[in-house]
């Protein structure tokens, strides 16, 4: 990266060394974003891993955010998507979840077009309960596109529909990282093999002064990036940060996970189907789709979960299932004294609604956004753990929403997630939307009032009235004005090409 003029007066007390802890995903996507660090002539950043240890990662879902980050370190989408054998992401289907036999997506993109300041789907709310049938997926290009399995990239122009097209990835996570470490060695960062085998505290205030590896190297840093999984070891084992547990909540608390052949069309969402003691993921890339079996170990066995995973596979698997183990939760501080924690190593959600990546990415945004110097001001470290802590529940939230919202009760685990208490900010939501049709977002919340909404009416969640401002159109023109919509919407998805032809001309893998 080019150098830049150290400014006087500033240098002296900047952070000299940051060590990242652990590679994988959250390692080196935090060392390309802090490579532009570098380029103050007085910073240098280091990645240790060791090839013994492993990562957790596998078939990877993302959400639209992910583009920004790209987009942020210079990356070109094809080249991107070429290397980590990625395809396209429009939205998640849900299956089996209000009740078995249901189905529904949610999308990236929003619902219709917002009339005199109301939400779209307050005017389908008033047309549904006036007879008119249509689902409100049929007013989302996202869905419509996914239903088809059609794929294209959105326009820049707010007047066509096209523009309501937003797309995320799905990707191989072992190429992701690598295609990252590529990118940030050679833009200056250091990598290390090596296992840590000591952290070295001051003994005057307990902070991290040096980590040594198992070679016998002892090497010294001011600032700690964990990365190291769910050990957490520095920021738990040697910080002792706390835990806060959820599995109250979202009981699941094993994982496995197997890669299979790809059979059929290249589908541009993911799907999500519930199962008797948790959910099915099936992510596919351009080589191969991945699999996985979130659950709780309390209401299946592990050979159980095993046999339903596999039972529910498209395609011949091509690995033996691999287990994970959690407990879902969050460190209760992510950033303690001169360490800051990210990916499983601050916390760890279920990847119901792929968000595992984005807390990665938005944890490095702040980081970027407060970042230190070595006097580690006490305040930019608590605003730091007030946002990672808002983050966290507000995404916590979400998730619960999938199992409480639930008409399903033909297993143990089912009734107990459908009858169990849950955080009043989400009773609230749900108390709200039901009343009224009405969602409010707090403090920059991540997923927006579409989000809500799809996951509320996909599973079952109808609102008793809707705006009192939709009552001033004629629900003639209101008519007319949605089959337009439903119209332009369907011709628009089906002029596009399919998922797999596209991907064939944009970025296909070599």
């Known amino acids: 990266m080019p150098s830049h003029t150290v400014v006087p007066g500033r240098s002296g007390n900047a952070i000299r060394h940051v060590m990242i802890v652990g590679g994988g995903t959250a390692g080196w996507m935090a060392a390309a974003a802090l490579a532009r660090l570098t380029g103050n002539g007085v910073t240098h950043v280091t990645v240790v891993e060791s090839e013994a240890i492993g990562t957790v990662g596998v078939g990877e879902a993302t959400i639209p955010p992910i583009a920004s980050f790209n987009a942020m370190l210079g990356i070109d989408e094809t080249d991107f998507m070429r290397s980590t054998h990625s395809s396209f992401k429009l939205g998640i289907e849900f299956v089996d979840w209000g009740r078995q036999g ?6 990236f993109g929003p619902f219709g077009v917002d009339m005199e300041g109301v939400k779209f789907h307050h005017y389908w709310r008033m047309a549904h309960a006036g007879g008119a049938p ?52 050679r833009n ?20 991290v002064e040096a980590i040594r590896l198992d070679d016998g190297r002892r090497i010294e840093a001011d600032l700690f990036v964990d990365c190291s999984g769910f050990r957490g070891l520095i920021i738990e084992q040697a910080l002792k940060a706390g835990y806060e547990d959820w599995s109250h909540w979202l009981p699941c ?10 059979v059929g069309p290249l589908t541009p969402y993911t799907r999500a189907t519930a199962d008797r003691a948790g959910w099915r ?31 529910g596979l498209d395609g011949e698997p091509l690995a033996e299932p691999r287990a ?35 807390l990665i990415q938005s944890g490095i945004s702040k980081l970027l956004a407060l970042f230190p110097d070595r006097s580690f001001d006490p305040l930019m470290i608590a605003e730091y753990n007030r946002l990672s802590q808002t983050q966290f529940e507000q995404i916590r939230d979400f998730i619960i929403l999938h199992y409480k919202a639930t008409q399903r009760d033909d297993t143990l685990f089912w009734n107990q997630v459908r009858t169990m208490d849950i955080p009043e900010t989400l009773s609230r939501k749900i108390e709200l939307f039901r009343s009224s049709g009405r969602v409010f977002r707090y403090d920059d919340e991540l997923f927006s009032e579409a989000s809500w909404t799809a996951v509320m009416l996909g599973q079952g969640v109808m609102p008793g009235t809707w705006d009192p401002l939709v009552d001033a159109i004629n629900p003639h023109a209101l008519a007319r004005k949605l089959a337009g919509l ?22 296909a893998a070599g």
């Not at 249901?102 to 999308?107: A, E, G, I, S, V």
């Not at 200056?188 to 902070?207: M, S």
């Not at 608390?253 to 790809?262: E, I, K, N, T, Y």
């Open 102 to 107: 249901d189905r529904y997506m949610h999308p």
């Open 324 to 358: 994970l183990r959690f407990s879902t939760g969050r460190r209760k501080q992510q950033w303690v004294k001169n360490c800051v924690s990210l990916g499983l190593s601050s916390g760890f959600l279920e990847p119901l609604e792929s968000t595992s990546i984005h």
């Open 188 to 207: 200056g960062i250091v990598g290390i093999e090596g296992r840590i085998v000591d952290v070295a505290l001051r003994g005057d205030d307990g902070f």
């Open 281 to 311: 993921w099936r992510i596919p890339l351009q080589h191969r789709t991945g699999n996985g079996y979130v659950y709780s170990s309390r209401h299946i066995s592990d050979d159980g979960a095993r046999d339903a995973l596999l039972a």
């Open 134 to 185: 249509e689902p409100l997926g049929d007013y989302s290009l996202c869905i419509a596109a996914a239903r088809r399995n059609r794929m294209a990239l959105p326009s820049n122009d707010p007047q066509t529909v096209l523009s309501s097209l937003k797309h995320a990835y799905h990707f191989d996570a072992g190429l992701y990282a690598a295609y990252l470490r590529h990118h940030a060695e």
């Open 486 to 507: 439903r119209n332009i919407i369907a011709c628009t998805a089906e002029a596009m090409p399919t998922h797999e032809a596209f991907i064939a001309r944009y970025c």
């Open 253 to 262: 608390d094993r994982a496995l996970a197997v890669p299979s052949a790809s």
